[in-house]
C-alpha cells in the first residue's frame, strides 16, 4: 500500500487551506505554486475534493478555494477516500483485490494488524494536525508531529523517463 501522489497533493493542498486564516481564499495556481504541485493536476484533485464537500469554491474576480469543514474536523482518511474511494486500505498487499477473511492471501493474518493500524493513524490525524507539524518544522522544532507524516511535508521526487527510442 503506498500513497498516491493525488492523495499527497490533496492532503498538502488542504493543508495550505487550513494554514490561512478563516474566510481567505486561495487560488488553485496559488496553492499550486506554493506546493510545487503541477497546476492541471491540482485542478483534477480540487474538483474531486470538492465534490467530496471538502473544499468550497468560488468563481470569478476574488474566488478560490477555502475548507468546507474545520481543520480538525478533516481527518487524513477522509481525504484518502475522497480521492481513492472508500475501500482505500482494504487492498491485499500481495493481489490486486480486496484482502478479505474469506479468501486471505499469503500475507493476510501478518498484514491485517498492520493495515488496522494505518487505518487507526490516518483516521487519527487530522489537518489540524499537519498545520501545527507544519509551523514547528518551520520553527526549527525536530520532533515536530505524528510519526510518519514528514512524507507530506515535501513533494515526491521522481526522476522524469526518457522518450522511448
Not at 487492498?91 to 493474518?109: F, G, S
Amino acid at each position: 500500500m503506498w500513497i498516491s501522489r493525488p492523495c499527497v497533493y490533496a492532503i498538502r493542498a488542504l493543508t495550505c487551506l487550513a494554514s490561512q486564516p478563516p474566510g481567505k481564499l486561495s487560488g488553485a495556481r496559488d496553492i499550486a505554486a506554493q506546493e510545487d504541485i503541477p497546476a492541471p493536476f491540482l485542478g483534477k484533485v480540487l474538483q474531486q475534493l470538492r465534490r467530496g464537500r471538502l473544499v468550497r469554491s468560488y468563481r470569478g474576480t476574488g474566488g478560490g478555494y477555502e475548507l468546507a469543514l474545520a481543520p480538525e474536523r478533516i481527518s487524513l482518511m477522509a481525504v484518502m477516500q475522497c480521492i481513492e474511494g472508500q475501500d482505500v486500505l482494504q487492498n491485499c498487499v500481495l493481489e490486486d483485490r480486496a484482502c478479505l477473511d474469506e479468501h486471505p492471501c499469503a500475507l493476510h493474518e501478518s498484514w491485517l494488524p498492520v493495515r488496522q493500524r494505518l487505518v487507526e493513524f490516518f483516521e487519527t490525524n487530522t489537518l489540524a494536525g499537519l498545520v501545527r507539524s507544519r509551523q514547528a518544522i518551520a520553527g526549527g522544532v525536530q520532533s515536530a508531529g505524528p510519526e510518519g507524516l514528514e512524507i507530506l511535508n515535501r513533494a515526491p521526487v521522481r526522476p522524469k523517463r526518457e522518450g522511448r527510442r
